[in-house]
Structure formats: structure tokens, C-alpha cells
């Protein structure tokens, strides 16, 4: 009954395949009597070892606080003031996972802490280097904690890589470094740990990332022409209404003038007029029309003393 159930379960996706359909051996992997995918579990299936970790909603309270909100996939997309934690390898053998380097790699923005045998040694945007080395209890624990995460580009997509890589056309053979790699193309674990060997998909995705930054850069120089054409047009408009203002300026003054001239002019008709009037007032004065006591000058006793009048 068994082999029935073996040959089920190795020819089965055989049977599904047309006459016309190919296979690559290179695309097939086979695996049996594997242990459940487990952080604690010593068979380390997985070349990223986050691949096995807790789920971040399943470590409350010990590692996940309960306000922690998660996205369709279950990475925390909100922290709300606590942290989201877990534990990627428990209680193992201290040679389950070798002494070493270990590269982790996420997406978003925020920081990741370690605990227990995991030490951070390096950090960069998006890339920590780190060391797991076991105790002195020989016995192998490693964790991390989000405890800063930015909402709108949470920390997500996160891959804990060993050192080295394989070798093109070898892809099953770990090697340390390109040396390793005599007459082959050298791909390190932490460029290619999803696809060891489509390079056509890497040079894709080389390219597409050079076709942003080229569009970003063209944004941006865009954005830097429209900066100065509202830079030129808001100094056109300062200058015309500056022109407009002296202009108006001048006008009222040409007309503060003109009325500052009339009244003057005015004014001084006014004090010819007076004076033409005290002279004609003068010249008909009749001098054998008065009789004025202790004057023998009638326009003297008109200028100096009216009341004889």
C-alpha cells in the first residue's frame, strides 16, 4: 500500500502532462520522509531560514503585541506602538545551522532587532549582516523583533541568507566565494537565493531597475524646468506690478502737484484780488465827504481809525 502511495505521488504530475509538453530535470525537485516546516525542527529544509519561521501573529504576547495589525500575507503592516517579534531557529543542535555570517535582506522601512544567538554585526538600508554562533549551552536559539516600521512601507519580504553561493550549471553545490567557480558564472545566495539560475530574469530586472532610475531621473529634472519657469513667471509678475505701482505712484504725485499749483494759484489771486479791492476802497474815498475830527488825512483816519467812519 505504500508503494502505491509513493508511485501516486512521484508519477501523478506526470500523468497531467500532454505529449506536447517539456521538461526541464533541472526544474524538478523530489524531497520525502521531510519533517514539518518548523522553526524548530533540525532538517532546515530551506535555504532562507526565515522560511520556517513563527508567524508573527501566532508569537503574542511573548513576541507579538496584540495591537499589531497584518497584511493578506501575514507580515505586520502596522505596528501601533509595539513591536511584532518571532523566532526563526528553537532549540536545536548547535551544528543544525553552522557558526557564521548571515545576510538578511527586507523590504520597507524600519528596524529589525536580534536575540538570543543571533548578533547583529552590520546594517544598511534594507540589509543587516549578522552572526549566529550558538552558546555555551550548545544549544541553538535565534530571533528578531520589528520594533520600528513605517506604515505606508512596512518592513516586509524578509530573507536570512547564509554566505556563498553556486556555481552556474552547478546549482546544487554550495561554494564559499568566485574562486570556487572555475570557468562558470559565480551567483552569490544573496542576488539570486530565489532563482539560482535565470540569469535571463536577473538581467530583467537589472534592466527594469535602470529604466526607473532613468525615468526617476527625468522626473525630476522635469520637475526642476517647472520649478524655474514659476520662479520666472512669479519674478515677470513681481516686476510688472512693481512697474505699476511707481507708475501710479507718479501719477498721483504729477496730481498732488497740479492741485498744490492751483491752490497756490488760488491763493494768490485771492491776495491780488484783496489787495485790488483795498485799493479801489482807498481811491474813492471822498475827501469833501468827511469831516473827521483830529485828522487832516481822510485816508488816515480810515486805515488807522474806523470807528469816525
Not at 518548523?38 to 511573548?62: C, G, K, M, Y
Not at 531557529?89 to 538578511?104: A, I, K, Q, S, Y
Not at 539560482?196 to 526642476?224: F, H, I, N, V, Y
Not at 491752490?263 to 491780488?272: H, I, L, V
Amino acid at each position: 500500500m505504500r508503494l502505491l502511495s509513493f508511485l501516486f505521488i512521484v508519477l501523478f504530475p506526470f500523468a497531467q502532462l500532454s505529449a506536447d509538453d517539456s521538461i526541464d530535470v533541472k526544474e524538478i525537485f523530489l524531497g520525502i520522509n521531510t519533517a514539518d516546516v518548523r522553526e524548530d525542527t533540525s532538517s532546515v529544509q530551506f535555504l532562507n531560514l526565515f522560511s520556517s519561521a513563527i508567524p508573527f501573529s501566532e508569537t503574542v504576547p511573548w513576541g507579538s503585541k496584540k495591537e499589531v495589525t497584518y497584511d493578506e500575507f501575514g507580515w505586520p503592516n502596522d505596528l501601533n506602538g509595539g513591536q511584532a517579534g518571532t523566532k526563526f531557529l528553537n532549540r536545536l543542535p548547535e551544528d543544525t545551522v553552522e557558526d557564521g555570517f548571515f545576510t538578511v535582506l527586507y523590504d520597507g522601512e524600519g528596524e529589525i532587532f536580534y536575540g538570543n544567538d543571533a548578533r547583529l554585526v552590520v546594517h544598511r538600508p534594507n540589509k543587516d549582516i549578522i552572526e549566529i554562533k550558538a552558546g555555551k549551552d550548545k544549544i541553538l536559539n535565534a530571533s528578531l523583533f520589528i520594533r520600528k516600521s513605517n506604515p505606508d512601507n512596512y518592513v516586509r519580504n524578509i530573507r536570512i541568507l547564509p554566505e556563498g553561493g553556486v556555481c552556474q550549471g552547478e546549482e546544487h553545490q554550495r561554494v564559499k566565494s568566485p574562486a570556487d567557480c572555475v570557468g562558470s558564472e559565480y551567483l552569490s545566495f544573496e542576488e539570486n537565493h530565489l532563482n539560482p539560475w535565470a540569469k535571463e530574469q536577473r538581467e530583467k530586472l537589472a534592466e527594469e531597475a535602470k529604466k526607473l532610475e532613468k525615468e526617476a531621473s527625468k522626473t525630476e529634472e522635469d520637475s526642476e524646468k517647472k520649478d524655474e519657469k514659476v520662479v520666472a513667471k512669479n519674478n515677470d509678475a513681481k516686476a510688472e506690478s512693481d512697474s505699476e505701482e511707481k507708475l501710479d505712484k507718479d501719477q498721483k504725485k504729477d496730481k498732488d502737484d497740479v492741485k498744490t499749483a492751483s491752490t497756490e494759484k488760488d491763493t494768490e489771486n485771492s491776495e491780488d484780488a484783496e489787495q485790488a479791492t483795498s485799493k479801489e476802497d482807498v481811491k474813492t474815498v471822498d475827501k469833501d465827504a468827511f469831516v473827521i475830527k483830529g485828522y487832516s488825512d481822510p485816508k488816515k483816519a480810515l486805515l488807522f481809525n474806523p470807528e469816525y467812519l
